[in-house]
């Protein structure tokens, strides 16, 4: 009777378990599927005229500099280049971009379309501030990546060295290298 017990409540444990585990793995999905109807919907209106349009595009322009400085930052950190304090400051970003964007939703439900335009210079001049600080990140980013110059400059020489040397075996007076016997001729004597 107690293994039966126990073999339920492991049944019962495993299938909450499961339950718990594909709920969220379609909540991601839900998420994902989201941002990108979102993201698309996006860029559809930033191809428009007028101050709907320009939301859309200061909205875009955002993600767009933020995506890229932290692939940029990725792209760094998989190479093991020196990223300094790049990872808190990109957050910092984040945050404010987040704000920014947030204000920005607010602009597009703004139900007197008269008001959007007065009220668009300073979440625009946010977003200027934004997506150029996040292109300093991301120039840093790339400047950082080049430090092994010296390291490449070397390896280019010993490049340069080794292939001279496999070259001098071709030349026309050597066919490849000497035998023991060609080497020596006291050998061929004996």
Same mark, same amino acid.
């Given at each position: 009777?107690?293994?039966?017990?126990?073999?339920? =409540?492991? !049944?019962?444990?495993?299938?909450?378990?499961?339950?718990?585990?594909?709920?969220?793995?379609?909540?991601?999905? &839900?998420? *994902?599927?989201?941002?990108?109807?979102?993201?698309?919907?996006?860029?559809?209106? #930033?191809?428009?005229?007028? /101050?709907? %349009? $320009?939301?859309? *595009?200061?909205?875009?322009?955002? $993600?767009?500099?933020?995506?890229?400085?932290?692939?940029?930052?990725? =792209?760094?950190?998989?190479?093991?280049?020196?990223?300094?304090?790049?990872?808190?400051?990109?957050?910092?970003? @984040? !945050?404010? #971009?987040?704000?920014?964007?947030? @204000?920005?939703?607010?602009? @597009?439900?703004?139900?007197?379309?008269?008001?959007?335009? %007065? %009220?668009?210079?300073?979440? *625009?001049? &946010?977003?200027?501030?934004?997506?150029?600080? #996040?292109?300093? !990140?991301?120039?840093?980013?790339?400047?950082?990546?080049?430090?092994?110059?010296?390291?490449?400059?070397?390896?280019?020489?010993?490049?340069?060295?080794? #292939?001279? =040397?496999?070259?001098?075996?071709? @030349?026309?007076?050597? &066919?490849?290298? %000497?035998?023991?016997?060609?080497?020596? /001729?006291?050998?061929?004597?004996?």
């Amino acid at each position: 009777m107690q293994t039966l017990l126990a073999v339920l =409540a492991c !049944l019962v444990f495993c299938s909450c378990a499961v339950v718990l585990v594909i709920r969220s793995a379609i909540r991601r999905a &839900r998420r *994902r599927l989201l941002r990108l109807r979102d993201r698309a919907q996006l860029v559809a209106r #930033a191809h428009g005229v007028g /101050p709907d %349009a $320009e939301l859309a *595009r200061l909205r875009r322009d955002l $993600e767009r500099s933020l995506s890229g400085a932290r692939h940029a930052l990725a =792209a760094a950190q998989a190479v093991h280049a020196p990223v300094g304090d790049v990872p808190s400051l990109l957050a910092r970003l @984040e !945050l404010a #971009a987040r704000s920014v964007d947030g @204000e920005l939703r607010m602009l @597009e439900s703004q139900p007197d379309r008269s008001r959007v335009p %007065a %009220a668009l210079d300073g979440p *625009r001049s &946010r977003v200027v501030v934004i997506t150029t600080s #996040a292109a300093q !990140l991301v120039d840093g980013l790339l400047h950082a990546t080049g430090h092994d110059t010296a390291e490449l400059s070397l390896l280019q020489t010993a490049c340069a060295i080794e #292939a001279d =040397a496999l070259r001098s075996l071709g @030349e026309p007076g050597r &066919r490849g290298r %000497a035998t023991p016997a060609q080497a020596d /001729p006291t050998a061929s004597a004996g």
